[in-house]
T-cell receptor
């Protein structure tokens, strides 16, 4: 099956709550990245975590990586209605520059 | 920087017609990627170039699809003849490849509708 699978497929929360999305992958990686896509737009890079890192922060975003479980999580704290979007994880293998994207989590933040 | 530029933004054509999608990557980037996104299949990598050379075209659906990158600042994705099942949003992305990680920058996409 596909490298990079997000869980859940859809998530609906209230503004101010935290949102957690998970990603699992199958093969060894160099890096794992998270992207965001607003409806009708291209993907935008959010954060990159290297295979030798376990946690990374950027503003309200917190990413963890567990290479032993081949999984990552993206936490968005104090969510806002403007965070409503699809979120994708993407992995790159140990060679080459291509990324493999998961199927995405559709996050809806209700005002 | 203007970011990745794609044209046209929308294309409506009839089955059997030739369609050409265009992409201008970010200046200085050495990798370029063409993706297709549909509800059913998600985001699929079609082909990518490194230093204008096609590296992996295993995602190209069939011979009706072809891609070129004649220079570092321009790439085309051509579908000939087009079919209704080719309807999708096609994204071009570019990156600066290296050991420091390869964040990709996406264009706004071309929404293709084949009637």
């Amino acid at each position: 099956s596909q490298q990079g699978e997000e869980d859940p497929q859809a998530l609906s929360i209230q503004e101010g709550e935290n949102a957690t999305m998970n990603c699992s992958y199958k093969t060894s990686i160099n890096n794992l990245q998270w992207y965001r896509q607003n409806s009708g737009r291209g993907l935008v890079h959010l954060i990159l975590i290297r295979s030798n890192e376990r946690e990374k922060h950027s503003g309200r975003l917190r990413v963890t990586l567990d290479t032993s479980k081949k999984s990552s999580s993206l936490l968005i704290t104090a969510s806002r209605a403007a965070d409503t979007a699809s979120y994708f994880c993407a992995t790159d293998g140990t060679s080459g520059s291509r990324l493999t994207f998961g199927e995405g989590t559709q996050l809806t933040v209700n005002p | 920087d203007a970011g990745v530029i794609q044209s046209p933004r929308h294309e409506v054509t009839e089955m059997g017609q030739e369609v050409t999608l265009r992409c201008k990557p970010i200046s200085g980037h050495n990798s370029l990627f063409w993706y297709r996104q549909t509800m059913m299949r998600g985001l699929e990598l079609l082909i990518y170039f490194n230093n204008n050379v096609p590296i992996d075209d295993s995602g190209m659906p069939e011979d009706r699809f072809s891609a070129k990158m004649p220079n570092a600042s321009f790439s085309t994705l051509k579908i000939q003849p087009s079919e209704p099942r080719d309807s999708a949003v096609y994204f071009c992305a570019s990156s600066l490849s290296g050991t420091g990680g390869n964040e990709q920058f996406f264009g706004p996409g071309t929404r293709l509708t084949v009637l």
